[in-house]
C-alpha cells in the first residue's frame, strides 16, 4: 500500500526566510503526487501536483516542488516566507495504476511563519 | 461559481445516535469522495462515487457507515449508533471524473460524539 511520511510535524521560519516542508513516498512506481494547503476551519486547497510531466512543478502561492526518483522525495520550497503562508500543509499520492482516484495523505506540517 | 459545500458545519450528538453530513459537488462534477480526518491526522478515504454508483467503499470503517448519492450529485453519509471514535472531521471532495484529476475540498464538518 502507498504510504506518505512528512518529516516535521510543526516547521517555523522567520518572515522572508525559506520555507522548506519535507516528503517522502514509499512506492515502486512513481505515483502522482501533490501538496495541498488547509487554512483554519477551511477546505484543502491544491498548491500543485507531479504527474510525471515535470520533475519541477510551480504552484500557486510562490510555491514549488521537486520531484526526486532516487530519492522518492517530493519535498515543498518557497523562497521567501509570508505571513499569510502560515497554515498546515499536507502531501498525498495517488498510485499510477490500480486505484487511481484515492488519495492518500502524510500526517501534515504546521507552518508557522514568525515576524 | 461555487465551490463544494458541506453541511451542517459543526454537529454534536450523543453516543448512539444517528446521524447524516450533507455534501453538495461542483456541478457537473461526477467523482465524488469522502474522507475522515482525524486529531492531528492527514485525511483518510473513506469511499468514491463515480455518478450514482459506490465505485469504492473500501475505506469505510465498519457497517455503520454508509454513504448514498442517488441522483449523481448530492452525497450524504449516515453514521449508525455513532461512538466516540467517531468525533472528526468529515470531508467531501468533487472531481472531474476520476483518475488523477484535481479533488476540490469541501469545508468539512467536524462530528462530535458525546
Known amino acids: 500500500a502507498q504510504s506518505v511520511t512528512q518529516l516535521g510535524s510543526h516547521v517555523s521560519v522567520s518572515e522572508g526566510a525559506l520555507v522548506l516542508l519535507r516528503c517522502n513516498y514509499s512506492?515502486?512506481?512513481?505515483?502522482?503526487l501533490f501538496w495541498y494547503v488547509q487554512y483554519p476551519n477551511q477546505g484543502l486547497q491544491l498548491l500543485l501536483k507531479?504527474?510525471?510531466?515535470?520533475?519541477l512543478v510551480k504552484g500557486i502561492n510562490g510555491f514549488e516542488a521537486e520531484f526526486k526518483k532516487s530519492e522518492t522525495s517530493f519535498h515543498l520550497t518557497k523562497p521567501s516566507a509570508h505571513m499569510s503562508d502560515a497554515a498546515e500543509y499536507f502531501c498525498?499520492?495517488?498510485?499510477?495504476?490500480?486505484?487511481?482516484?484515492?488519495?492518500?495523505f502524510g500526517k501534515g506540517t504546521l507552518l508557522t511563519v514568525n515576524p | 461559481g461555487a465551490g463544494v459545500s458541506q453541511t451542517p458545519s459543526n454537529k454534536v450528538t450523543e453516543k448512539g445516535k444517528y446521524v447524516e453530513l450533507r455534501c453538495d459537488p461542483i456541478?457537473?462534477?461526477?467523482?465524488l469522495y469522502w474522507y475522515r480526518q482525524s486529531l492531528g491526522q492527514g485525511p483518510e478515504f473513506l469511499i468514491y462515487?463515480?455518478?450514482?454508483?459506490?465505485?469504492?467503499d473500501s475505506g469505510l470503517p465498519n457497517d455503520r457507515f454508509f454513504a448514498v448519492r442517488p441522483e449523481g450529485s448530492v452525497s450524504t453519509l449516515k453514521i449508525q449508533r455513532t461512538e466516540r471514535g467517531d468525533s472528526a472531521v468529515y470531508l467531501c471532495?468533487?472531481?472531474?471524473?476520476?483518475?488523477?484529476?484535481?479533488?476540490?475540498f469541501g469545508p468539512g464538518t467536524r462530528l462530535t460524539v458525546l
Open positions: 471532495a468533487s472531481s472531474l471524473g476520476g483518475g488523477a484529476r484535481e479533488q476540490f
Open positions: 512506492s515502486s512506481v512513481p505515483p502522482y
Open positions: 507531479y504527474t510525471s510531466a515535470a520533475t
Open positions: 498525498a499520492v495517488i498510485p499510477s495504476g490500480g486505484s487511481n482516484y484515492k488519495l492518500t
Open positions: 456541478s457537473g462534477h461526477t467523482a
Open positions: 462515487f463515480q455518478g450514482t454508483g459506490a465505485a469504492d
